[in-house]
Every structure is written in C-alpha cells, then in structure tokens.
C-alpha cells in the first residue's frame, strides 16, 4: 500500500525527532472546521504504518469515524466495527456487540471502530464507551501499542460519568486515565474546541499539544506567550493542513500534514456513502421519577420475572427484595403473562433481551414446582 506522508515539522525552538513508537498524547485544540478529528486521524495512520493497532473510540454524532471503512487501509489492514445490544448492523465489514470485545480481539485486528450511529442512543454509546476503556487498561503485556482517538475530549469525561457516582469521581478518572495510559501501552489522541473547563488538566498530561486554527479570540491566556514565536493571524486562521506543535520538553514549530482525502465531509451522511444498513431495536424504558413513587423500568420487570421463575421466589420475597409493593410485583407478572397470550411475547422483557420474553412464567413456573 502507498504510505502516505508523514508530519513535517518546521522547529522553532529546540528540535524534536517525532517517534509514532511511543505511547504518546497527543491533545488538539482548535476550532470546529479546523481540521483537528483529520489531525487525530493522520497520527492515527502513522501509528498504523509502525504497526501498531487504532482504537476509533469516540466518534463523533454524525459518525466521522466511519470514514475509515473508505480509507486505503480497508485493503490490508484488519477491521472490526463495534455496535450496541439492540443494534443489528447490515455490511460487509466484521461487526461485533461492543460489550463481548476481550483483548484477544486487539491482537485480531488493526483498527477498531465504536462509531455513534452503531448505537441506540448517547447512553448507550457512553456506557459502553467507559467499559471499552476499563478493558484497555486491563492489558499488562503487549506487542502492539494501540491508539485510541477520542473525538472530543468531554466525551471522555461524559463517558466517565456513566459509570462513575459524581463529576469530580469522573473527572479524577479521567485524568488518571490519561495519565497512567503508557503503562498500558496505550497512546491517546483526544480533540477539543477550547472552552472546556477539563481541557488545562489534559494540556498538562500532554506529550503533544497541536493548536490549529484559534479564531477570531485567539490563544486563551496562558499560551498567549506564543505570540512570541508566532504571528497572531496564523493562530487565528491558518488552513486546516497546518497546525502549530508544542512538545512536552519545550520544542516548538509549525507543522504541515497530508490531509486524509477520505475524511468525512461536513454534512455527508456517511452511513450512505460506505453502505452500511443499520436497524435500531426498541429502546428499554427506564424507570421514572412521579414524585410519590418510580415506575419500574423494562430491567426492573425482567428482574422480577427472573426472580419469580429462575429463583422461585414468592411475590411477597421478591417484593422485599427489590423495595416494592406486592401489588406491584403481582401486577408485573399479570401484566408480563396476558402479553404473552395476547401476542406471543412481553414487549418490556422483549426490550431488555430477556430470555423470558416469550414464556408464560406463571404456567411454567407451576408445572417446576410440580415436578419438584
Ligand atoms: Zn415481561
């Protein structure tokens, strides 16, 4: 395959030899439009020709990260595509249910993609999101580092949250994250648009930090030192192939790299372009807050359901156990029975994938107490 160019880095102050051997982190800054997710993409390639493994994490909304099924590596490089549960996916690429992805997979394959539209919705995508990066940490030995792009750094934070009790919790993970990431032989490329208030705790883990274009504000105050290298109309508007680069041991420049031709275009919508079909299954309920009491959710139901028939629990018991009425309990049993009559299956277990689903829990339930 044709290698494309590398970075070519015009150095300033000091002079820094860029290795795509090393676990790095790579932070970019710049304004919507000025080419920071084709940045992260392009350090991604270099890591790729070394032959180490690219982990498409967080994409964004619109689904950029699929723009890589029509890059040049789909002909010698090895994909997988993660979806959600509930996400059936129609391609000629291998898809799998994000949450049954071990490390044997990382080994597998080059360039792993959890792209948003393979998703129900943003929970979804950021729980799983948050898990994808647990099982990433869990790796103590490699051959391979592997190069996980973050689109949008808050979107690191907001996955962190899924599986975190507060803000603080979750940003303390985050950072920790990044900050233990080379001893996971894991390198991060994350991007943001300035204002975040996470963006000075990530700036200060960065091996790399490249601003691109800063618009019509500039620098934010304490790199406004910058100016002293470089003229405030670059920073304000250079073209996207440019970027400017300050390294960990304070060498400076102004960068050039190839930009990456099959980048998704703004407004495209990708899915059409690569050809890929995907169908969206119903949506699990989540319980509600009414004040006075909470709905239970579809996992609340398949939970009794399970408790009842799998653990032969009494409705009383099972009542107990999850802090609600026995009315209630019996009532989800009625309810989840004369849906199975009426149409063959329990659309709150059908939501949920319960194995249950289809099963007339009371009459089965009798007919095991009887042989028991
Ligand atoms: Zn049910």
New binding site residues.
């Given amino acids: 395959m044709q290698r494309r160019g590398k970075v070519k880095v015009l150095w300033v102050r000091h002079n820094e030899k860029i290795s795509f051997n090393r676990p790095y982190t790579w932070f970019i800054l710049g304004l919507r439009g000025s080419g920071k997710s084709s940045f992260l993409e392009h350090v991604a390639e270099n890591y790729l020709n070394e032959g180490h493994v690219v982990f498409d994490l967080f994409g964004s909304r619109d689904g950029e990260n699929l723009a890589w099924l029509r890059s040049p590596y789909v002909n010698d490089k090895r994909i997988l595509l993660l979806r959600g549960e509930n996400v059936d996916v129609n391609c000629s690429f291998t898809v799998m249910q994000a949450d049954k992805l071990t490390l044997h997979d990382l080994e597998n394959h080059d360039i792993i993609i959890s792209p948003s539209p393979l998703y129900l919705n943003i929970d979804q995508e950021f729980y799983n999101a948050a898990q994808l990066t647990d099982l990433l940490y869990k790796r103590i030995h490699w051959n391979r580092l592997v190069y996980m792009v973050v689109r949008e750094a808050a979107n690191f934070y907001y996955s962190r949250l899924k599986v975190s009790e507060n803000q603080i919790l979750a940003k303390s993970q985050m950072i920790y994250l990044i900050r233990e990431a080379r001893h996971c032989g894991l390198s991060i490329g994350l991007d943001s648009i300035r204002y975040y208030a996470i963006d000075i705790d990530i700036r200060n883990l960065a091996d790399y930090l490249m601003l691109k274009a800063q618009g019509v504000l500039g620098l934010i105050e304490d790199l406004k030192w910058l100016y002293n290298y470089f003229n405030p109309m670059v920073v304000q508007k250079m073209p996207p192939k440019y970027f400017i680069i300050v390294s960990r041991s304070g060498a400076l420049g102004l960068g050039s790299f190839p930009y990456p031709t099959w980048h998704k275009q703004e407004g495209e919508d990708i899915l059409k372009s690569i050809g890929i079909k995907v169908e969206y299954g119903e949506m699990p309920k989540e319980a509600e807050d009414k004040g006075r009491f909470k709905t239970i959710s579809d996992n609340e139901?398949?939970e009794i359901?399970r408790l009842y028939f799998e653990e032969m629990l009494s409705m009383h018991e099972i009542a107990e156990r999850l802090k609600r009425s026995s009315r209630t309990v019996m009532e989800h049993i009625k309810g989840?029975d004369a849906?199975v009559e009426r149409s063959g299956f329990?659309p709150?277990?059908k939501r949920v994938q319960?194995q249950?689903?289809n099963v007339l829990i009371k009459q089965e339930r009798a007919k095991i107490k009887e042989a028991l």
């Fill in positions: 139901h398949a359901i989840h849906a329990c709150a277990c319960s249950y689903k």
